[in-house]
């Protein structure tokens, strides 16, 4: 928890895994990842996935934005980076 909490809460938002696929995870109206969302999303996707599998995959499934279920129960989304940044800095020109 401690490893998720401060990857996702520090300044790239991703774990070293996420970096590499050049992920970021944001709350749902676009704040950067803090420590305890990074920590709660830790317990809640082990949590969900033991416990509810079939169900976790049905709502990935089945929903617009593909978001799995305790992306869904935490507000957050998992965004690539790559896209985001250079219409960021093509907005601001």
């Known amino acids: 928890m401690i490893y998720y909490g401060a990857c996702i809460g520090g300044p790239h938002s991703a774990t070293m895994g996420m ?5 970021e995870l944001r709350t749902w109206y676009g704040a ?7 920590a709660m999303h830790a317990v809640l996707f082990w949590v969900s996935i033991s ?3 079939p169900f976790v995959v049905l709502v990935g499934l089945f929903n617009s934005r ?10 957050t ?3 690539n980076s ?3 940044n250079p219409v960021a800095q093509s907005a601001r020109t």
Do not use: A, C, E
Not at 19 to 23: G, P
């Open 51 to 53: 416990f509810l599998t």
């Open 19 to 23: 970096r590499v696929m050049d992920l």
């Open 32 to 38: 950067p990842g803090y420590f305890m969302l990074g």
């Open 82 to 84: 790559s896209v985001r």
């Open 66 to 75: 593909r978001r799995l279920l305790h992306d869904i129960v935490l507000g």
């Open 77 to 79: 989304v998992v965004i």
